[in-house]
């Protein structure tokens, strides 16, 4: 599910005197109150992403809702696995040990820079791909060499015994960096990307998101795509992901990495190129509701170094 759609379905069951916490591309957001009070938020976790959430309500965009992927970011420093927080604002690192040892590494909005955060123990939930309940753990701060008195950029826990060894979700409902609150949600295992069709928006949510107009995406748009969703289009054709173009390629509007002509879409009446269906979906959904982040076609090449 697109996660402006989640949003607004957390914002309805609020207003409804809801207290539980809703959870939206596959994947949301939290109901402030609900802090603190044992409330299991996991129950559609997010993966690999999150939502912030500022004193006026939460603000995210559907750039942050992954589908379970860990979406074309580079390799962690520690073998871990990048998860996005906000829009590309900071992100953390997630490692997996033997024995159940669970590392969050915070890091900026260039992954590469480490970025030490207000000292706190973190409440988690964690279930697995069977499991219907979450078992909740803590991960505690751990500073390391360089980091400010009462900050740190490390936090350590270990997973529930039952679940040591086995694929999990972890879903972290808060997360408090400089003054604003976070939710995390990542995976033991990056999703697979090149298996067959990658998972998109599908059904009622597919239809209204490439059939009817909004922002910059036209009724001319829907026409020159041939009134097809991507999954009509693009069906049985397999994503393959080149992570190092080269100067001078077209890359993804989305993840930055080598497009593939085959994964192509008109939108304002141009054409854009993508490296799969889901950043299709994307894309689109910034085209009608964040328009003024949409650049030229000409704008998403390779540059020089």
């Known amino acids: 599910m697109l996660r402006k759609y989640a949003l607004l379905s957390a914002v309805f ?10 959870t939206g591309c596959g994947q949301q957001s939290q109901n402030k109150n609900s802090e603190g009070k044992g409330k299991n938020p996991s129950s559609h976790p997010e993966k690999n992403n999150a939502v912030a959430e500022k004193k006026g309500g939460d603000h995210s965009s559907p750039h942050t809702e992954k589908k379970g992927e860990d979406h074309g970011h580079k390799p962690g420093q520690h073998g871990g696995i990048m998860v996005e927080i906000g829009r590309d604002s900071y992100h953390a690192e997630a490692v997996f040990e033997k024995g159940g040892m669970l590392k969050l590494y915070t890091l900026g ?34 500073p390391r060499a360089g980091d400010k008195a009462g900050r740190t950029s490390q936090f350590i826990g270990k997973l529930p015994a039952e679940l040591t060894g086995k694929q999990v979700t972890v879903t ?15 995976t033991s295992a ?40 991507a999954s009509q289009k693009f069906k049985g054709v397999k994503a393959k992901h080149d992570l190092r173009p080269k100067a001078g390629d077209k890359i993804c509007p989305i993840t930055l990495t080598k497009a593939n002509p085959e994964f192509t879409w008109i939108v304002a009446g141009k054409s854009y190129e993508f490296c799969c269906p889901p950043c299709v979906d ?24």
Do not use: C, W
């Not at 697995?128 to 803590?138: C, L, N, P, S």
């Not at 999703?191 to 995406?217: C, F, Q, R, T």
């Open 13 to 22: 069951a609020i207003a409804a005197g809801s207290a539980l916490v809703l």
């Open 172 to 186: 972290i409902p808060i997360i408090a960096i400089d003054g604003e609150r976070f939710r995390i949600g990542f």
């Open 109 to 142: 909005k260039d992954e590469s820079k480490v970025v030490d955060i207000e000292s706190q123990v973190l409440k988690a939930y964690v279930k697995d791909d069977a499991g219907t309940e979450a078992v909740e753990m803590e991960l505690n701060p751990v």
């Open 282 to 305: 994307e894309f689109v959904t910034m085209a009608k509701t964040q328009p003024d982040e949409i650049k030229e076609p000409d704008f998403y090449v390779k540059k020089q170094k």
């Open 190 to 229: 990056p999703a697979k990307h090149d298996e067959g069709m990658p998972v998109g928006v599908s059904g009622a949510d597919e239809k209204e998101l490439y059939l009817k107009p909004g922002g910059i995406y036209t009724e001319a748009d829907i026409k020159a795509n041939g009134n097809r969703t």
